[in-house]
Every structure is written in C-alpha cells, then in structure tokens.
C-alpha cells in the first residue's frame, strides 16, 4: 500500500502542475501517468501562449514539466513526489476520509491511500474517418501534426494562420464557426471540408467542399485527396471534429455530476459535483476534463493551482509531509 496526501490522476500539464503544487506546499504526492503518448499536448509542434517558453513544443513542455517536477521530489529529507509511468487507476473508490485507488502498471497492480484525489485525465479528440487514418490515429497523423500541417485547436493555433489556405474538416455547427473565425480574424482562403455530410447552415463566408476524403499527403503543401475528382492544396487544416472520448470513466463511477458532452462539473474551487449538485470532498477535477468553455494549457494550470490549494487549507489539515 502506497500512502500520500495528493493522489494525481493523469500526467499531462494539467497533472504536472497539480503534483508541483502539492510539492511545494509541502504535500505528499503520488502521480499516476497513463503515458505521454496518451497527452494531447504531445500532438502540439508548437505552443504560442506559454509564458516564458512561447513557441515550445508539446513533447519539450512535458519534459520540462517532469523536470521542474524532480526539484521538488525530495525537500529536507522527505521523499514528496512520486511518479508511477505508464500506469493507470483502474478504480477509486471512499476509504473513510479519504480515497482508496487500484493501480495497474506494466509489472504488476496495487494499490495507494491518499487523503485527496485529482482528476487530470482529459479528453482524445476525434481523429477524421479518412481510410487509415480512422484506425491508425495519430501514429499515422503524426507526421503531418509535428510538421504543422495539422492542428487542433484555432485559439492555440490561429496565431500562425494569417492569409494562409486553410483546410477545416468537420461538418457540425461548431467546425463552421471555426471556420467563420478563421476567415475574419486572419483572412486567407478558408474552406471547410464536410467528408461527405451535408454542409452546416453557419457556413457562410468560406468555402464549402462536401467531397469525401480519401487520404491526406504531404507534398511541400498539404494535399488533400478526394475519392473523385481532383485534389487540393492548402497551408494548413484544422480538425474541428470535436472529442471522441472524455475520459471520466473514474469520476461517472464515484457519481459525479456531468454536462451534456461529458465533461466533469464541478464547483469554482474545482471539487467534483455529485448528481445533485453537492460537493464531493476530496475528489477534484482539472484541465480539459473538467467542463468549461476553453481548453487552453494556461487555464489547466489555474484548475491545479485552485484544486491545490483547496486541498492544502481545507481537506488536508495535518497532511503527511506539513
């Protein structure tokens, strides 16, 4: 049995931040981290909004993340910070007054006490049903994402779109509203590609391809290729296609209250929300899996440090390493 103050779900910069917290109040803490890969930062060629380091990769702000996090693993002769890799909660579960977790790692499973638990599992976004992009996801998108052929997100992104050709592929009303953004607040040559379906009704100042997409080529420019017709070249896509899964298999378990796609509800101090709007104590959600309008890096971090520090003045008043 693994005994901590601050159990840490999920390793991404959300989680990063929440275990360096813990730290440096002087907490115990255990992070549990299914896997970099499993990140969506690490699909991220370059990130513009990060203070200090605007442009650094994703890979690099992980990196730098367990790095900063190592500083503060052993202070005065305590060991603070653990960090279990490539190892996943399987189930929490109440252990009086505080959280008792299975874990499954590579070799073995077991199980860690903690007196307080965050929830740092995000989302995968959606990966476009173009052949073998659908079963092979980013192993075979990678390529074109660590080039900045493709991105995700318009807020991180936008930055680095201005005048250019820009491909949107997704046929929700939320994929046209990217696009509409795209075309006013950087100009360019903006379409949005349906793959097949209907085009949506907010779709009005850009470009509308319904074909269905065949593959995706890197020729210098991005080239898209239809199933008929001829294909065409642009700067840059955005995948506006919205998320595949939320993660929030241990939250839904433990009752949490969720919004209509998934995301955890929680109240402003970032403790989870049971179905009747009440408080789960201990029990905190951070970062893209947390419901909120925006998913930016920045604001993850502000979910860890509010998670935290709640944590430190209100559910551990004699925690193990204070």
Same mark, same amino acid.
């Given at each position: ?9 999920? $390793? $991404?910069? %959300? ?10 109040? *002087? ?21 513009? *909004? =990060? ?13 730098? $993340? ?7 693993? @052993? ?10 890799? !490539? ?14 977790? !299975?874990?499954? @790692? ?22 476009? +049903? ?19 052929? =493709? +991105? ?17 592929? #997704?046929?929700?009303? @939320? ?20 793959? +097949? ?5 907010? %779709? ?26 001829? %294909?065409?070249?642009? @700067? ?11 993660? *929030? ?24 929300? !049971?179905?009747? #709007?009440?408080? =789960? ?36 008043? *004699?925690?193990?390493?204070?």
């Amino acid at each position: 049995m693994r005994e901590c103050d601050i159990l840490v779900v999920g $390793g $991404g910069p %959300a989680g990063l931040h929440a275990a360096l917290k813990g730290a440096v109040l *002087n907490h115990t803490v255990l992070l549990v981290d299914k896997g970099r890969r499993y990140s969506r930062v690490s699909q991220a060629p370059a990130i513009a *909004n =990060i203070p200090g380091r605007p442009g650094i990769g994703g890979d690099a702000l992980l990196e730098q $993340g367990r790095r900063d996090l190592a500083r503060f693993a @052993d202070r005065s002769g305590k060991r603070l910070v653990e960090v279990a890799e !490539d190892a996943e909660v399987t189930a929490l579960r109440r252990d009086g007054d505080g959280w008792l977790a !299975d874990v499954r @790692d590579a070799r073995s499973a077991w199980q860690a006490r903690a007196r307080a638990v965050i929830l740092a599992t995000g989302v995968v976004d959606r990966k476009p +049903g173009i052949s073998e992009y659908a079963w092979k996801g980013h192993a075979t998108l990678a390529p074109f994402l660590h080039k900045g052929l =493709i +991105g995700y997100c318009l807020l991180c992104e936008g930055w680095s779109l201005d005048g250019k050709r820009v491909a949107v592929l #997704g046929a929700s009303e @939320d994929a046209a509203q990217v696009a509409e953004d795209v075309c006013e607040q950087f100009g360019g040559e903006v379409t949005l590609l349906t793959d +097949g379906a209907p085009a949506p009704e907010a %779709a009005r100042r850009v470009g509308i391809e319904t074909r269905p997409i065949e593959a995706l080529r890197d020729e210098g420019p991005l080239v898209v290729a239809f199933q008929h017709g001829p %294909a065409r070249e642009f @700067d840059k896509a955005l995948f506006a296609l919205g998320w595949h899964r939320v993660n *929030n298999e241990l939250a839904r378990a433990l009752g949490a209250k969720l919004d209509r796609d998934g995301h955890v509800v929680t109240d402003a101090q970032r403790e989870v929300l !049971d179905e009747r #709007g009440e408080p =789960i104590r201990g029990l905190f959600a951070i970062g893209d899996l947390r419901a909120g309008p925006w998913k930016q890096i920045p604001l993850a971090w502000a979910d860890a440090e509010l998670a935290v520090i709640t944590a430190y003045a209100y559910r551990l008043p *004699n925690a193990t390493g204070r």
